[in-house]
């Protein structure tokens, strides 16, 4: 049997990863629900998987961040202490995260290899390029959506599909955070 693999991506409705000028993490939308619901969510037993970028954007982000800090919300805590891949032919070991392997690979290769290996469920939080690479290999098994309710018409960075390969989506489960944030869990397919 295989371990069920999740894209896990924060979005606003325009479809942008994240935001410049002055929008703060969660653009300023995150509340108790979101913020216990994603605690939840990485209390589970679970592999992280990262590309060499979102690596790297969480480690100096958590470098620079203090513990009160919403960088160092107990859920992204406890995400750290989650064993983790991250794959790259860029970075040099030792990293620092706690419990994380560095492979080095074409992304599909060693995320197929995962899947087979794994007892536990793989998750992984951004690395869009990665993921986009996945899901046109066919071995995301689940996008899950955070969308936020703001539009970054003009700050919005990182979109989240651009270049993608075009997927229809069966939506298998969704729910509201706080009045105001959907969560939507999709299974994807390529469409021919």
């Not at 074409?106 to 995962?114: C, E, T």
């Amino acid at each position: 049997m295989t371990a069920t693999y999740t894209f896990d991506v924060f979005s606003s409705l325009d479809g942008y990863g994240a935001a410049s000028a002055n929008w703060t993490g969660y653009w300023g939308k995150q509340g108790p629900e979101l913020l216990d619901h994603r605690l939840a969510l990485y209390g589970e037993e679970q592999r992280m998987v990262f590309g060499a970028n979102t690596y790297r954007a969480f480690a100096r982000m958590l470098a620079a961040s203090t513990e009160e800090s919403e960088v160092r919300d107990p859920w992204v805590t406890r995400m750290r202490s989650l064993p983790a891949t991250v794959v790259s032919s860029t970075l040099e070991g030792p990293l620092d995260w706690p419990d994380a392997t560095l492979v080095s690979g074409d992304a599909v290769d060693v995320v197929a290899r995962l899947k087979e290996e794994s007892e536990v469920p793989l998750r992984s939080h951004g690395s869009l390029s990665l993921n986009r690479a996945l899901m046109a290999a066919g071995l995301v098994d689940r996008v899950q959506v955070t969308l936020f309710p703001v539009i970054t018409g003009q700050t919005g960075v990182d979109p989240i599909f651009q270049g993608a390969a075009d997927f229809d989506l069966e939506l298998i489960e969704s729910r509201t955070l706080d009045g105001h944030t959907q969560e939507l869990i999709y299974r994807p397919t390529l469409h021919v």
